[in-house]
């Protein structure tokens, strides 16, 4: 399952338990960003076992909407009692301060920086 713009893709790759952010993410509010919530939810629904992973490594910029949504997106993954793996690049100013906010919310959050 993939979302892609000319300017974002949010692609789901079911095989790998693993979701891909990629671009510029400036939604506005949440009613925009409700597809890319839905398709978090039904990858996270999904997976058993392992760690679900968001590969987030290419993903530029996360608006304060976007960030919100995520947050939703982990407390759910809370609720549900599953693991997150979280990749980031440690180039991307706004990944370095705002990715760790999401182990705050939730325990079972692993972050990793290349």
Do not use: C, H
Request: charged share 25%; net charge positive.
């Amino acid at each position: 399952m993939e979302i892609k713009t000319d300017k974002y893709s949010v692609e789901y790759i079911r095989n790998d338990r693993k979701i891909t952010f990629k671009g510029i993410l400036r939604l506005i509010g949440k009613d925009e960003y409700r597809g890319i919530f839905e398709l978090l939810t039904r990858a996270a629904n999904e997976a058993t076992g392992l760690p679900l992973r968001l590969d987030m490594s290419e993903l530029v910029f996360l608006n304060s909407s976007g960030i919100s949504s995520m947050s939703m997106f982990i407390i759910k993954m809370r609720q549900l009692d599953k693991d997150i793996l979280i990749m980031g690049n440690k180039s991307i100013p706004w990944q370095v301060k705002s990715l760790s906010n999401f182990q705050k919310l939730y325990g079972k959050v692993e972050i990793i920086f290349s």
